[in-house]
């Protein structure tokens, strides 16, 4: 399966806020996104036979950034897509000159954790009661963790 990663552009807005309404627990608002897209490399889309198969969403502050959102339609999970959305975003910060990138992720979401483990993301810490419940249920704690970047371009 080939995936091409492409910076999104503001015409990918209602692909995107579709992905995060079908696929993620709490979602973004356009505006949310479209903040977003001023920053070069923040919002990231893997396309797949021609289609948005996910996105990974990032803000940045200096030279330091967090993972918002990453998403990838479950006819493509397990596939690689989400790995391939990862490397191209870490790989963007460093040439942005950004250091470090930190992330939450919902402590019931061990394919995640998984993931962020083998690309080198250390465990920093929880916050208990973060998440809001799935369909009412109890909240739930989130996962924090970060991964130091080589910087590669400190001039960017």
Known sequence: MSVVIREATLEDIDVILKIDRDCSPVFAKAESYERLMSHPGAVLLAVVAEEVAGFAACSRVLDEATLLNLVVVPEVRSKGVARDLLDALLERLMDLGVSRLLLEVRQSN???????????????????????????????????????????????
């Open 110 to 156: 061990v394919i995640a954790q998984s993931l962020y483990v083998s690309a080198g993301f250390g465990h920093d810490g929880q916050r208990a009661d973060y998440y809001p419940g799935h369909n009412g249920g109890a909240a739930e704690t989130a996962i924090l963790m970060s991964r130091q970047l080589g910087i590669q371009n400190a001039s960017a």
